[in-house]
């Protein structure tokens, strides 16, 4: 009886075995694309000079038919993309405008990231060289203004997006804990609320990749994600993000987000319109109980007092430019968007990964199961609008692909996490 049982178990045992083995090939991959750098500090010579920056104004820039009487549409901006908070939406329309001025773009080298998490170092661009200048820099990284500052002239609008910490720790978790090794030990159906229950015993600052589980706009803004709350630094960093960005958007009033946007960048309607990417299906996310999102804020508690101080600085934006001009805006921006799902989204809405019908819309799926939905194209589109569409409708990953980036590393790191989750 013994030996049966042990046959039956042998496939089991095999399985386990090439689970673990592929998954430490795949970690020690992943981190041998992020190489230790030596952080040089620059001097005046690596720094993006008002000489430098002029010779950008040989690139397209928006006609005099789009310019207020009052101001110029803004074309050197920096945007620091923050994880789970909408951001690839608003890359999508940052790709769209520098693609339509043929404005220049930092882009990755190889990869869709620059090589996050690691801090950002101006060598992580792609055919960087001392001295450039470029106008928007838009991709994941770890900040560091003073390295980010290099590449952008000095008039450059810095923006960046912030989403209430509870429901960006849910998605994160969801999105990320496969890939968070501290997070294959808790057992149960409710990974989430068991983590929550005791998250100490769960959670060690040098894992790899923890900085997933705790204070990850924190994190993703340069700052120690293991910070208590109360802590002096908390505010002082805050404080000290205040002068170097102009406007934090917030994901929870998106819209509102985007008028601002438009506003402080001088741009147009037409340059906001959106579809939203890499949204979630709704059976994926956890509701959390007021109990567990007391938890939850607890843990996060760095990230809290950022979004409440940004959220406060947000609507005092708000009350300045006005609630009723800002409900019109809003409620053109809504029009103008449905207008687009009429012309561009096959069915009018986002279906699951399993039935887009062209890859070149399949959104990047988390580890081991396929979440974030995408879109299908109408196929019998006006010529007029088929560009816009097909453009609106791009995730970020393929983008990059159109704008030259290469992606081996990525494509890489694709292959063997679906490869890994699919034994």
């Not at 041998?32 to 010779?55: F, H, N, Y």
């Not at 074309?75 to 329309?93: D, G, L, R």
């Not at 159906?189 to 705790?214: D, G, I, R, V």
């Amino acid at each position: 009886m013994s030996s049966i049982t042990g046959k039956k178990c042998t496939p089991v045992i095999r399985g386990l075995i090439l689970w673990v083995l592929l998954t430490n090939v795949m970690l020690v991959l992943y981190c041998l694309t992020s190489p230790t750098q030596v952080t040089i500090r620059g001097t005046q010579e690596d720094t993006c000079s008002l000489s430098m920056a002029k010779l950008l104004k040989n690139v397209s820039t928006p006609s005099q038919s789009t310019k207020s009487k009052e101001c110029s549409p803004a074309v050197n901006i920096m945007f620091m993309k923050t994880h789970k908070t909408a951001s690839s939406t608003i890359i999508n329309i940052l790709f769209r405008f520098g693609e339509k001025h043929k404005l220049k773009f930092a882009l990755p080298d190889e990869r869709n990231d620059f090589f996050y998490p690691s801090p950002f170092q101006c060598s992580q661009v792609r055919d960087y060289r001392p001295g450039d200048c470029f106008n928007i820099v838009c991709n994941h990284m770890r900040f560091d203004h003073q390295e980010v500052a290099k590449l952008l002239p000095p008039d450059a609008v810095y923006v960046t997006i912030l989403r209430d910490p509870v429901d960006l720790f849910e998605s994160s978790f969801h999105y990320y804990h496969r890939a968070v090794p501290l997070t294959w030990r808790i057992h149960g159906k409710n990974k989430l609320a068991e983590f929550l229950n005791n998250p100490k015993t769960f959670y060690s600052p040098e894992a790899y990749n923890s900085f997933y589980l705790k204070n990850l706009l924190f994190f993703d803004f340069g700052f120690d994600n293991n910070v208590e709350a109360d802590d002096p630094h908390v505010m002082k960093n805050i404080h000290n993000l205040s002068k170097h960005f102009a406007l934090v958007l917030i994901a929870e009033y998106f819209e509102e987000s985007l008028v601002l946007l438009k506003d402080i960048l001088c741009w147009t309607m037409e340059d906001i319109i959106y579809f939203k990417l890499n949204a979630r299906k709704s059976s994926s996310v956890s509701r959390l109980t007021p109990e567990f999102r007391a938890k939850a804020l607890d843990w996060n508690g760095a990230d809290w007092r950022l979004y409440q101080h940004f959220n406060a600085t947000f609507w005092a934006r708000v009350e300045a430019y006005g609630r009723e001009r800002m409900q019109q805006e809003v409620n053109e921006l809504r029009r103008r968007n449905a207008e687009m799902k009429a012309i561009c989204i096959e069915g009018g809405d986002a279906v699951e990964a399993q039935k887009i019908q062209n890859s070149r819309f399949l959104p990047w799926q988390p580890v081991g199961e396929s979440s974030i939905l995408g879109y299908n194209m109408k196929k019998d589109i006006d010529p007029e609008f088929r560009t816009i569409c097909e453009k609106m409708l791009t995730p970020e990953i393929q983008y990059l692909s159109d704008l030259g980036v290469s992606l081996r590393l990525t494509r890489l790191w694709g292959w063997l996490k679906d490869a890994v989750f699919t034994v």
